[in-house]
């Protein structure tokens, strides 16, 4: 089949799109120990811009100094020196025509590499499911946070808001705010992970709550023109078959309470973004948040497959598709689509083994222009 609807351009808030692709973010743990960005992630990221990728979604940077980072050798937006090391970046993604959003992502609870201390912070004292991903650096069980108490949540969403304002600063086009996956934001959501008896526990108004005033206070930081938009999931890395407990229900009041904000987009990721999500006959993850935020829709999860993304977008239940793997597969994937070229399939051994950092294979790899 053709893919008019993803090779048209669309209008997301003030940035115009050539087409419907965009990069996933996905953590590389590539920068130096610090957390500055450097000449070879300048390079992963600038393939994809010329490869033909309308917008590239960072992998996750952390926003602070304490409690956020989540990875040995993730990149960071925590201070001035993170500003200067992603500009260069920036401008390699931009001047190749893509538009270039930071990702922000405290890890909470889920973190398994921190360079600037040995505790970590989450809704409750309870350890996430799972065990901690090995090709990320890290072993064994996650260990069981602290509690979050009022200088917490303060500390918190200064983060959020000092380190959009130097994404700002750093010439990002907008910057996506990681509520998925498990992470921080995730774990507020999550009915087993949020064991909480005040304001921000029990209730699914109550387990929101962190999550909007992140969103109001970043958006008063960054004012009423910069590009704000939220990733959400069910899936979390420490547990790939969690749904929310009440369903399409929960889905509901989650994207009608982010759709009254000031958000631009909605960025959604699950298993397989054209499956129901909610059990048989329900909608995909990406339709719910259609349909019940009214805000302009991301979809994530196996849409490699040029024709099973076509019709997600035709069928009006995402404006966009991110891309993860099929991306690194083929960071020139817009352009060999448009070109009738074929796709290479993901190797993950070579990409992402022993440990998930930049490979030069990849930095070198010919793309298509």
Not at 40 to 47: N, Q
Not at 48 to 55: C, V
Not at 313 to 336: F, H, I, M, R, W
Not at 355 to 363: D, G
């Amino acid at each position: 089949m053709n893919q008019n609807k993803l090779f048209s351009t669309l209008q997301l808030k003030n940035k115009p799109l050539n087409n419907r692709f965009v990069v996933a973010p996905m953590t590389r743990i590539s920068a130096e120990k610090d957390g500055r960005a450097n000449e070879t992630m300048k390079r992963y990221y600038e393939r994809f811009a010329k490869g033909g990728f309308s917008a590239v979604i960072s992998e996750g940077i952390y926003p602070d100094e304490l409690y956020s980072q989540g990875y040995y050798n993730q990149p960071g937006l925590a201070n001035d020196e993170h500003v200067q090391a992603w500009k260069p970046v920036v401008e390699a993604v931009q001047n190749n025509g893509s538009v270039m959003i930071a990702q922000l992502m405290h890890a909470g609870g889920q973190g398994q590499g921190n360079a600037y201390t040995n505790e970590s912070i989450a809704p409750s004292a309870i350890a996430p499911k799972g065990e901690q991903l090995e090709f990320y650096g890290g072993s064994g069980p996650f260990q069981t946070p602290r509690a979050m108490n009022e200088e917490d949540f303060k500390q918190v969403k200064d983060a959020f808001t000092q380190s959009a304002i130097r994404a700002k600063e750093a010439g990002f086009d907008g910057v996506e705010l990681h509520g998925a996956n498990g992470y921080l934001l995730d774990q507020f959501l999550t009915d087993y992970l949020n064991h909480r008896d005040d304001r921000y526990g029990g209730s699914a108004e109550n387990r929101i709550r962190l999550i909007l005033e992140v969103i109001n206070e970043v958006r008063a930081a960054v004012g009423p023109d910069f590009m704000v938009g939220i990733r959400i999931s069910q899936i979390k890395v420490s547990d790939p078959e969690h749904k929310w407990a009440d369903g399409e229900k929960e889905a509901e009041f989650i994207f009608n309470e982010l759709g009254k904000t000031s958000l631009d987009y909605i960025h959604v990721t699950d298993g397989n973004a054209t499956a129901s999500a909610f059990g048989k006959g329900s909608r995909t993850l990406a339709h719910a948040a259609k349909d019940f935020g009214k805000l302009a829709v991301i979809a994530n999860g196996k849409l490699g497959d040029p024709d099973k993304a076509e019709k997600l977008v035709e069928k009006n239940q995402a404006d966009l598709v991110s891309l993860g793997t099929s991306a690194l597969a083929n960071p020139d994937l817009p352009n060999k689509v448009s070109e009738g070229k074929t796709l290479k399939e993901f190797d993950f051994p070579n990409t992402l083994l022993p440990q998930a950092e930049i490979k030069a294979h990849e930095i070198e790899m010919e793309i298509v222009k």
